[in-house]
């Protein structure tokens, strides 16, 4: 079965040092999503992918925050420098035609020191 | 702006049945979609209401009443495995998706 994969699936890093997550979402899948999920609430969305180009990133800090998915299949998302308040689970899900049905990865957990 | 309002917690027995609800106040209404995760686990679709109604999948059925702005998931012969957070979402300007704050589901034997 076609799963979405990320990695690395844990990460702890020291405030102000740079950490990158990885997505590759379910193939021919064109809509990518990049989510934040801070313990006890539901995904936030940081990032949405249309094959290469952004079509939504309004919730996504962009003096710290980073996406790029340059050839339309995986995507990268950066953090430099981390802050303490970045510690969540980065969700990634892609989905074929539709928003509502979202296929997720299975995180990456963000520990920031 | 958008909201969706979740009961946090809900508790029940194995083969007992549970209705998580859900209300919304979104500017522009396309459907109500829900998810399950479990603790360390990825959201996984469960089901999509697009029209008022039932809709049934196996031992969940999920209702939408669009007058009401309010949706509810209903998990029939509970399991232990059903012990999870279940979340309401729903899409915003067609490509958008959000989601409440979570139903955490407590399944005891």
């Known amino acids: 079965e076609a799963e979405v994969a990320q990695s690395p699936r844990y990460k702890i890093t020291e405030k102000s040092q740079a950490v990158a997550f990885w997505c590759d979402p379910i193939s021919g899948h064109a809509t990518l999503y990049w989510y934040r999920q801070i313990l006890g609430q539901g995904p936030e969305l940081l990032v949405q992918f249309q094959d290469e180009s952004v079509v939504d990133d309004s919730q996504l800090p962009k003096d710290r925050f980073s996406a790029e998915r340059l050839k339309g299949v995986d995507s990268t998302l950066k953090i430099q420098p981390a802050e303490l308040g970045d510690s969540a689970m980065y969700l990634c899900?892609?989905?074929?035609?539709?928003?509502?049905?979202?296929?997720f990865g299975p995180g990456t957990r963000l520990t920031v020191l | 702006g958008q909201s969706l309002e979740q009961p946090s917690e809900v508790t029940a027995v194995e083969g007992a049945i549970v209705q998580i609800n859900c209300t919304y106040q979104?500017?522009?209404?396309?459907?109500l979609s829900w998810y399950q995760q479990h603790d360390g686990g990825a959201p996984t679709f469960l089901s999509y209401?697009?029209?008022?109604g039932l809709e049934e999948t196996g031992r969940f059925s999920s209702f939408l009443s669009r007058s009401d702005s309010y949706g509810y998931l209903l998990l029939q012969e509970l399991q232990m495995k059903d012990s999870a957070s279940y979340f309401c979402a729903v899409p915003y300007n067609t490509d958008k998706l959000i989601f409440g704050t979570g139903t955490r589901l407590q399944v005891f034997p």
């Open positions: 209401n697009g029209l008022d």
């Open positions: 899900a892609s989905s074929l035609s539709t928003n509502v049905m979202q296929f």
């Open positions: 979104t500017s522009g209404f396309y459907g």
